[in-house]
């Protein structure tokens, strides 16, 4: 019920929403829970195992029972806490985890069976018969899994991701944190005040209190008014604060636009990752519940936030209210309703020394030990000295005291310290590096004290970020004396809820000791205490008390279980926000990429890069039409592919030949100039790392090709072996794989080719087989290199990037006049697979040198990386799985990369495996398959029968084990 | 106590009063015949099957922490026999063989789960790996399926199918694999040891390992003195530090894998998947959470928690590839301390010095190798020759190079694995 | 996690790539054991370890990272150059 005047909310406009399908008026400002309470709706949700009816318990985001779905379609967004979500005209919210409706929910019958469903029952059945579990027990209990449902649509709201840095971030805008904030703002500290609400203010905005003599929600706007006009301070709401990490960064989100309709161009979310170089939390505390029996109605409230919703929204929770507590503060929730105009029917005090009152009636040294009502409470049942006594009640406020939100300080496994005085537990100082705690958070409750301690924080951090403070004056405020006697649970023989959301009572953490679940860390994970969505903000206190009291251990011996990241909720779209769709990775495009699209190429994503997989002509239907047509270019005309992809790392200097003699197997400083070779490269564990051509353009300048896959971790290699290893060398080195388009021309046509493009034309003489050199091509700087991956007369020519487009149109034009064009990585797959060429394939990172028959290779008279280790017994061993080709025995068959290869009478059973195949695919030229394998003594083999089984594609066939080279062997067409 | 339905039953229509301590709390006694160090997973399963299946009655387990505090309480829970070379494909094979009967076995619900695992490929290299892999199972005797996108499709509907920047082309199913409730697994075998008498000792940290000539005597403890014919390490995690207090060096470093868990959510997802492309996995649990986890945070670690760039990576490859989760709620991440080998498999294997077995460097990889695994090392302990399961996972294999089992086949880099 | 470039100054994590312990390379023509205990073996300690950072998205530097494994923190950097990891010839 809303009390004319009443609350910080005056003037604001109405607003229209629906809940469970219900037209309400609400005001601007309101939460989803303010304005329910406005219409008195008490019965938001149902708990997650004996579905009981659920009001609203806190007015923040640790609440554990008004959690709703908000939108519908591919929006709906499950488990909002209404205590958070602000309403907007239009807002749709409704209740879950109940059917059909809230107020009649089918699965309330689990809560008649609880006797059977009490702690871990799920561990010591559903075993028989051992199949059922499957096929009966599991399906049963899953269909009552998880509270709100999402859409399976996926999610077309934005969110964003963005960084942060200042001096000192402010968690928390309560007093203590807007303290610290004028403090350091005052001083020139570049700040920020991170809010979780979407008011700062804290827990001011809820109490009737002066500050500075002036009334709390006056003195907030007079902070913030001095704070905004501050350029070195940002005031960010809706922020909460989600993690602490190391060095100083911070995670967290703000809801930007969870408060409003949808509008173009706004993200719902914002994920920040900021870095502080100090930080100071003022997170406040959090209420906590007293367990006794029937303690989860509606209508059961904590007693700070009946006076939130009274003070701060101008709502009454009740109209005939009691209270329940073990403190003074709870005292206040009476007061205030009095003061407008609301019944308090009795504040029920644990303590024999409460305060008087002459407002309201006081039951001293008394308890709420149970109480009644079906979807909303209607009374209490008070037990003193005199006895016990029903009281009718139509909301209980209940407090057992304050917990400090200090679960950032156990982000980085700070334990926090037990403080008999509060009865909660405080932050143990510098958990977190840089971060100081101040006011609630830090057991300290008074105003007066919140504001003195943020000061001091503030102060603390300028000192350290030696930055001149300048002066402040504390001001005036409430400056009571927290006084608190302990109280968890009251004895008695109902259930008594500790975790309102998982439903977790005394009973089950009682039940878990009993059983030797003595642990903390035990009892939650047996009796999923704490489990729940507020992580056991509201519950784990006590719950360990109850434990601390049931095994015969004080509080601190029983310790606690750890609060981890993140502090409230996050999205997954929030924190992975720019990765849906395409976003998830850069996309890396060939200069030629223009050109292929226009060619109607199919693309296919090799790591970043798209490379175009075949060219279709007009007629073709499948991709094997295409390849093959694209060999048949390759072999008797000419044809072009891109091959800008492989990395090219540029080496100059002195030592130059030093370097790549150390990273390569082979000889390289012997190399000619304008000449290129092939090279092998180990990692230091003697396992082939990969190869590639390197080309000794000058004395003392080469250029390296890698293969695509480990471009860049061979460059992280030679930048390695270059600075850690041999720091002496004078060599630089460089990657140029963008700054250079690179172009294969192939066939016996291809000299013809280039010889139409080049200044000066070549021929065998100027240019042999491994020559290279500059050239002119279109009147640009190029380079050429006589290499081959497909066994033809080839060349690859090298021009700037920014050349690329007009020269691979220009290479197409030349081929097309030549009966040739363009062709693709299918095609170029099969031609390298005829002359048995490696990709990475078959340089997987488990093969060596020995196994592809490059033995040879290895220089005997230098030191090069991965020397040592390649020496190894279990890498020379004659028993290695070993390079050879294989082609099917008999009519065509057809072999599948994959496939296990079989001696062709033993049974196809792993101990009998012999090898495994590694490429495979059709060759035209030869007019059957062909394959590459790692098979056992391979080349030991050859001109044996093995059997190829490949169970995933259902193919079982005889192949001949042959030399790897298919086409050409002795090579004699590349040098041609 | 033995349980079922029926005594769940009379329990609760007599007040559930007649609840007994699933294990004992003993004190340490002066000597044992084995001393496990470390109650996890694996130490657990070590202590029942060397009381089930040798004979040993006089066993201690000595667990620094609670019972089942270490990786496997905080897991992913995901149980496969997937692998791809000789050494794990027989030994997983074994482990999955283990788990299928567990329930009945310790008489307790482990909530093994066989929903079925899907590693999903992008590209035709990924998809011929992952058809050399699942023929492997296949030999070895173990179910694989390649799914082609459609059948995919039908069988998970929810994933990016049109619009992903690595293309979900298909996937590797074993149906045999699934999930495990974490906490039961390590309950579940605790309970069991300590009924054939395991001691099971909590709070007990294992402060240096005796050795007299060569020849294992016993372990220092917080507890005091422990003599013992033969200790054996089960201490994922601090395996290096365990070790080191019997003066060895092992090839292991210490990484933080984290793991996520969402908000519970109605079941959207039943399958366990992962996907070749940023490593990640996620399946649904029987509460509702989405649990999920990709790669280590790759620098050395022994703080059980992670840093915000693996978390974002995790978060970012779930909206590519499954971006019906976006609206889902990451309620909490952990770490666990990995023991990263060269090779990326484990060690079940002699220490060389006698009496003192290794079980260690299981990586990623711990969970679901538990019942094999304390299977293996028990029968090692007992016999003191290798289970035959687990003859490829020997120590000497770095240093020889023989019988390397490099999965992601990375090299010698621990943290590649 | 903050990482101190010595050419670039404090940066994120993410712009790092991690090889591992910081050891020094064999000498030329040490044997097999030597090669076994610089590859695989490691120390590992809970407490300061160093590492080998690579500042892949920035300037480049291999850097030598002392670093706390328990508590994570970054005690000293330096560039690998500096580090005399490239064994003795």
Avoid at chain 1, 137 to 144: D, L, V, W
Avoid at chain 1, 419 to 431: E, K, L, M, Q, S
Wanted: aromatic content about 8%.
């Amino acid at each position: 019920m809303r009390i004319a005047g009443k609350g910080l909310m005056q003037g604001a406009k109405p607003v229209t929403f629906s809940f469970n399908g219900r037209h309400m008026m609400g005001l601007e400002g309101d939460t989803l829970a303010s304005a329910l309470l406005a219409n008195g709706v008490h019965l938001v949700g149902r708990s997650f195992k004996y579905h009981r009816p659920r009001g609203i318990l806190t007015a923040g985001s640790e609440e554990p029972n008004a959690l709703v779905t908000i939108g519908s379609g591919a929006q709906q967004d499950p488990n909002i806490r209404a205590t958070q979500q602000e309403i907007f005209e239009g807002l749709e919210a409704r209740s879950q985890n109940c059917w059909p409706s809230v107020d009649y929910d089918v699965q309330a019958v689990n809560d008649l069976a609880a006797p059977f469903f009490g702690a871990g029952f799920y561990y010591k059945t559903f075993m028989w018969p051992s199949a059922f579990w499957e096929k009966l027990y599991e399906p049963i209990i899953r269909k009552a899994a998880g509270l709100g449902a999402l859409s399976r649509q996926a999610d077309p709201d934005a969110c964003e991701k963005a960084y942060a840095f200042c001096d000192l971030l402010v968690i928390g805008a309560g007093p203590a944190g807007l303290m610290a904030a004028l403090v350091a703002g005052r001083a020139g500290a570049d700040v920020i005040l991170a809010e979780e609400d979407a008011h700062m203010g804290g827990r001011l905005l809820s109490e009737v209190e002066e500050v500075d003599g002036k009334p709390a929600a006056d003195w907030i706007a007079q902070m913030l008014e001095e704070l905004d006009n501050m350029d070195n301070v940002r005031l960010m709401t809706r922020t909460a604060v989600t993690g602490a990490y190391d060095q100083g960064t911070y995670g967290a989100l703000e809801r930007v636009g969870h408060h409003h309709s949808r509008r173009a161009g706004l993200p719902r979310e914002c994920f920040w990752r900021i870095v502080a170089k100090r930080a100071v939390l003022a997170a406040g505390a959090i209420e906590r519940p007293v367990a006794f029996a029937n303690n989860d109605r509606p209508g059961i409230m904590t007693a700070g936030a009946v006076r939130s919703y009274l003070n701060r929204w101008g709502v009454a929770p009740g109209q005939n209210v009691t209270v329940f507590a073990n403190n003074d503060q709870a005292h206040r929730t009476a007061r205030d309703l009095v003061d407008a105009g609301v019944h308090v029917a009795m504040v029920i005090d644990s303590r024999h020394d409460a305060p008087d009152s002459n407002l309201y009636p006081v039951m001293k040294g008394a308890q709420v030990c149970s109480s009644s009502g079906r979807k909303r409470v209607e009374s209490i049942t008070v037990r003193s000295v005199a006895g016990e006594e029903k009281i009718q009640t139509d909301c209980l406020a209940m407090s057992g005291g304050w917990n400090p939100s200090l679960h950032l300080t156990c982000h980085l496994n700070g334990r926090p310290q037990w403080n008999r005085d509060i009865a909660g537990f405080v932050p143990a100082p510098g958990t977190v590096p840089g971060l100081t705690c101040a006011g609630a958070c830090n057991g300290e409750f008074s105003t007066a004290g919140a504001l003195r301690e943020g000061a001091a924080a503030a102060v603390e951090a300028l000192v350290e970020l030696e930055i001149k403070q300048s002066e402040v004056t504390l001001p005036q405020a409430e400056n009571d004396l927290y006084r608190v006697t302990a109280l968890w649970a009251v004895p008695g023989k109902g259930r008594a809820w500790l975790d309102f959301q998982n439903d977790v009572t005394v009973k089950d953490v009682k039940q878990a000791a009993t059983e030797n679940f003595r642990s903390v860390e035990h009892m939650k994970r047996y009796t999923t205490q704490g489990m729940a969505t507020d992580q056991g903000k509201n519950s784990n206190v006590a719950a360990l008390a109850v434990l601390a009291d049931a095994t015969g251990r004080g509080i601190p011996e029983t310790g606690t279980t750890t609060f981890r990241p993140p502090f409230a909720p996050v999205s997954i779209a929030a924190m992975g926000a720019g990765a849906a769709g395409q976003g998830c990775k850069p996309q890396r495009f060939l200069t030629s990429h223009r050109a292929s699209r226009e060619m109607r190429a199919e693309q296919i994503e090799v790591g970043l890069w798209y490379r175009a997989s075949y060219f279709p002509k007009t007629g073709e239907n499948t991709w094997r039409q295409s390849c093959d047509r694209e060999i048949g270019l390759v072999r008797n005309h000419v044809g072009v592919c891109d091959v800008s992809t492989l990395g090219k790392i540029d080496i100059q200097g002195p030592d130059a030949a030093k370097l790549l003699d150390f990273v390569y197997t082979n000889t390289f400083s012997t190399l000619k100039q304008g000449k290129v070779c092939y090279g092998l490269m180990l990692r230091e564990d003697g396992f082939v790392m990969d190869d590639g051509t390197t080309a000794r353009l000058g004395e003392n300048h080469y250029v390296m090709t890698t293969t695509t896959a480990a471009a860049g971790q061979v460059m992280a290699h030679l930048e390695f072996v270059r600075q850690a290893l041999r720091p002496e060398w004078d060599v630089q080195i460089t990657s140029v794989t963008e700054q250079w388009a690179q172009f294969a021309v192939a066939g016996p046509n291809s000299r013809d080719l280039l010889n139409g493009l080049l200044k000066e034309q070549i021929d065998d003489t100027s240019w042999p087989f491994m020559a290279c050199g500059e050239v002119e091509v279109l009147g640009v700087q190029g380079r050429l290199f006589r290499i081959s991956f497909s066994g033809e007369l080839a060349y690859e020519i090298a021009i700037p990037a920014r050349y690329g487009d007009a020269l691979f149109r220009a290479l197409i034009e030349q081929a097309k006049a030549l009966g040739g064009g363009a062709y693709g990585m299918e095609a170029l797959n099969v031609l390298r697979i005829e002359k048995g060429f490696l990709t990475h394939a078959e340089l997987n990172g488990t093969v060596t040198a020995f196994d592809l028959g490059m033995q040879g290779m290895m220089s005997k008279k230098k030191d090069f990386i991965g020397k040592a280790m390649s020496t190894r017994p279990g890498l020379m061993d004659d028993g290695r799985e070993q390079l050879v080709g294989l082609k099917p025995v008999g009519p065509v068959k057809q072999m599948t990369a994959g496939a296990h290869l079989f001696n062709p009478d033993d049974p196809v059973e792993r101990i009998y495996d012999q090898g495994y195949v590694t490429s495979a695919g059709f060759s035209p030229t030869l007019g059957h398959s062909v394959a590459l394998a790692f098979l056992k003594n391979g080349p030991d083999r050859i001109g044996d029968e093995v059997r190829l089984v490949d169970h995933m594609r259902g193919i079982d066939a005889l192949c001949e084990v042959v030399d790897p080279v298919f086409f050409d062997p002795d090579g004699g067409r590349s040098r041609g | 106590m033995r349980f079922s339905g029926w005594r769940v039953l009379k329990e609760g229509l007599t007040g559930n009063k007649g609840w007994t301590p699933h294990w004992r709390d003993p004190e340490p006694q002066p000597e044992y015949d084995v001393v496990i160090i470390g109650g996890g997973g694996h130490g657990l399963a070590t202590g029942y099957y060397l009381a089930k299946e040798h004979g040993f009655t006089n066993i201690a387990v000595l667990e620094k922490g609670y019972l089942g505090g270490g990786n496997v309480g905080r897991n992913t829970t995901i149980v496969r026999a997937n692998y791809y070379l000789p050494g794990n494909s027989e030994f997983y094979s074994h482990s999955l063989k283990q788990w299928e009967g567990l329930e009945e076995e310790l008489n307790y619900n482990v909530m093994m789960s066989q929903r079925g695992q899907i590693m999903v490929y992008h590209n035709d290299g990924q998809r011929d790996a992952m058809v050399r892999r699942g023929n492997s199972i296949i030999n070895q005797g173990d179910d694989a399926e390649l799914l082609s996108r459609d059948a995919l499709r039908e069988m998970v509907p929810i994933l990016n199918y049109d619009n992903a920047r690595f293309p979900i082309l298909g996937g590797l199913l074993q149906r045999r694999a699934g999930t495990a409730r974490h906490d039961a697994v390590a309950w579940g075998f605790a309970r069991g040891a300590d009924q054939r008498g395991v001691d099971l000792i909590q709070n007990c940290e294992v402060t240096g390992i005796d050795i007299e000539n060569g020849k294992v005597k016993g372990v220092q403890t917080s507890r005091g003195v422990i003599r013992a014919k033969k200790v054996a390490l089960a201490a994922a995690g601090r395996s290096g530090q365990a070790a080191a207090m019997a003066g060895m060096r092992l090839p292991i470093e210490s990484h933080v894998l984290q793991a996520f868990v969402s908000e519970g959510i109605k079941p959207v997802l039943d399958h366990v998947v992962s996907f070749a492309e940023g490593h990640l996995y996620v399946s649904q649990s029987d509460k509702g959470g989405l649990v999920f986890g990709s790669y280590l945070d790759f620098y050395s670690s022994y703080a059980a928690r992670g840093n915000l760039p693996m978390v974002e990576h995790t978060m970012e490859t779930m909206q590519a590839m499954i971006p019906a989760l976006g609206k889902a709620k990451l309620l909490r991440s952990w770490g666990g301390i990995m023991d990263m080998t060269p090779d990326g498999s484990p060690i079940i294997d002699h220490s060389g010095i006698e009496g003192l077995y290794l079980n260690c460097g299981w990586c990623y990889g711990g969970f679901k190798a538990i019942p094999g695994s304390g299977n293996a090392y028990a029968h090692l302990i007992a016999t003191d020759r290798p289970h035959g399961a687990a003859t490829k996972f020997r120590l000497d294999r770095f240093r020889d190079g023989h019988g390397l089992m490099d999965e992601e086949a990375t090299g010698a880099q621990h943290n590649l694995h | 996690m903050r990482i101190t470039c010595p050419n670039c100054g404090e940066r994120d994590r993410r712009e790092f790539y991690v090889k591992g312990a910081a050891l020094a390379r064999p000498d030329v023509g040490a044997g097999l054991d030597e090669w076994h205990d610089h590859l695989h073996l490691r120390d590992n300690p809970a407490s300061e370890t160093k590492e080998l950072w690579y500042h892949e998205m920035g300037c480049g530097a291999w850097i030598e990272v002392c670093r706390n494994t328990v508590s994570h923190e970054v005690v000293s950097t330096r560039l690998a150059s500096g580090a005399e990891l490239g064994g003795k010839r």
